[in-house]
């Protein structure tokens, strides 16, 4: 029996959303443009595309070519298409009014390439994407974008690895589709995803223990000494927050990335990587906070803001949070 289809998904979705606006055209969209971007990276070695272009973006992070050509595509599979009317991206400083969706019903939230360090080590990278219904009407403006991942309406990423993999929810399950290179189609293969909870590993940079305060050094020693309640844990650290987050997905545990004395926000930035994932998190039983509250009930004050992100397993992110404290 065939499996089903990532599109046929997405059909099923656009009837759980009742939504007539166009949702599954809109996964469509990211599902073409997750299947541009991975045929980009296997290629970038022969075409030169490994390295850097000597600019820096809207983070001061110095960007690479995949980077630019990621984005470039994300915003070119919307172009002409009455569904998204704006998109805000790691990679351009404002919001992107999309050409043709003056009628849109939908914004969209996306790291068009999460991890793009791994680009030149062939590691795990990543799009990560969030949907949201526009909450104004007339020009797309910042207030579409100012809403907690509560009223997100579909999340996931797409993971550029071994197999590149297509993993999101649209309020149901949490399903995960891998692509067959072959005829360029996704199939379902991880259906239900639901995070374990007592096993798997702890996540974190550990390289950037002299920026923590005491709190936040104490509670990764007790991961990293097997004094939490779990207890038994190895270390993982790919280095791309979507294939560190998969992994924890799958196999239980939990990811860090702290905030720091001299950088409270920490590192990684709330509407295009932290709640989308929290969103995916949640809905697969898991929990995502900033240390403090739940990613998903931040509402954003601007397109870039940052916050600590602690994600995985609700025991082990419950722990994180009571030693924290
Ligand atoms: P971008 O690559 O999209 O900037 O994402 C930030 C990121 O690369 C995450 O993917 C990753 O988890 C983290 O930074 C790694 O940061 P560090 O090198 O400080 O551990």
């Known amino acids: 029996m065939t499996r089903l289809t990532l599109s046929e998904q997405f059909f099923r979705d656009q009837a759980l959303h009742n939504a007539s606006g166009g949702l599954s055209s809109v996964l469509n969209r990211l599902s073409l443009a997750g299947r541009m971007i991975a045929s980009e990276i296997m290629r970038a070695g022969f075409v030169g595309k490994l390295g850097y272009t000597g600019t820096t973006n809207v983070q001061n992070e110095e960007v690479r070519a995949l980077d630019v050509m990621s984005d470039d595509i994300v915003r070119q599979v919307f172009e002409k298409l009455p569904f998204i009317a704006g998109i805000g991206s790691e990679e351009m400083e404002d919001i992107h009014v ?162 720091e004395v001299k950088k409270a926000e920490g590192k990684l930035r709330l509407l295009y990587e932290n709640a989308p994932l929290a969103f995916v998190c949640e809905h697969a039983g898991g929990m995502a906070t900033d240390g403090r509250q739940r990613i998903l009930d931040i509402v954003p004050g601007q397109l870039h803001q940052r916050t600590p992100l602690y994600i995985g397993s609700k025991g082990d992110v419950e722990e994180a949070m009571e030693r924290l404290r």
């Not at 939230?109 to 080590?121: E, Q, R």
């Not at 910042?142 to 997100?152: H, I, R, T, V, Y």
């Not at 259906?191 to 509670?219: C, F, H, M, Q, R």
Request: glycine share 16%; with cysteine; charged share 20%.
């Open 98 to 259: 999309v050409p043709g969706g003056e009628q849109g019903n939908y914004v969209l939230t996306v790291d068009p390439l999460d991890g793009s360090g791994n680009v030149d080590v062939d590691g795990q990278m990543g799009t990560i994407f969030g949907i949201y219904r526009r909450a104004t009407h007339g020009p797309v403006q910042m207030a579409d974008f100012q809403q907690s991942g509560n009223k997100l309406v579909a999340a996931g990423y797409v993971l550029y690895g071994p197999s590149t993999m297509f993993v999101y929810t649209a309020g149901g399950p949490v399903s995960g589709f891998t692509l067959d290179r072959s005829i360029g189609t996704f199939f379902l293969t991880h259906p239900d995803l639901k995070i374990p909870e007592g096993t798997g590993s702890y996540s974190v940079n550990e390289g950037n223990e002299a920026k923590w305060d005491e709190k936040t050094k104490a509670l990764v020693r007790a991961f990293r000494t097997q004094e939490t309640r779990c207890g038994k844990r190895g270390a993982r650290y790919a280095g791309a927050l979507v294939g560190d987050f998969h992994r924890t997905l799958l196999k239980g545990g939990i990811y860090m990335y702290p905030g």
